[in-house]
């Protein structure tokens, strides 16, 4: 399996940043994946944004819940991100990764990341 992140890289404060995962070599309907958003700040750890399961089911950190909204096209193969009202503190390195629980900073399979950074 393939996962391909892809963002706007710039973003203003207070905007909102989209960010698509492109999944290959596997439906993300398959069971029993998570498909799971974790990010890197620079000179932090990985930080669990969000998932969204093989049925479409989504779970949230509760640190972000409020601003964070994942989605998915079966049609397109595609994992989307939104996080809204985005601050200089969300400026990070943005991962799409495929696992088989969420929560975690493991994964099975990981995108390459796509930098987002937040900036006026």
């Known amino acids: 399996v393939h996962l391909q992140e892809s963002g706007p890289g710039l973003v203003k404060p207070s905007q909102t940043v989209s960010l698509t995962c492109t999944v290959s070599?596997?439906?993300?309907?398959?069971?029993?994946?998570?498909w799971s958003w974790i990010r890197q700040s620079p000179g932090k750890g990985l930080e669990w944004m969000g998932a969204?399961?093989?049925?479409?089911?989504?779970y949230y950190s509760p640190s972000l819940k409020s601003r964070t909204f994942i989605s998915r096209d079966v049609s397109e193969n595609q994992i989307t991100l939104r996080l809204t009202s985005v601050t200089p503190e969300d400026t990070a390195v943005y991962y799409c990764?495929?696992?088989?629980?969420?929560?975690?900073?493991?994964?099975?399979?990981w995108g390459q990341g796509t930098r987002v950074t937040v900036s006026s």
């Open positions: 990764t495929r696992d088989l629980d969420y929560g975690g900073t493991g994964g099975i399979s």
């Open positions: 070599g596997g439906s993300i309907t398959a069971t029993y994946y998570y």
């Open positions: 969204i399961n093989y049925s479409g089911s989504t």
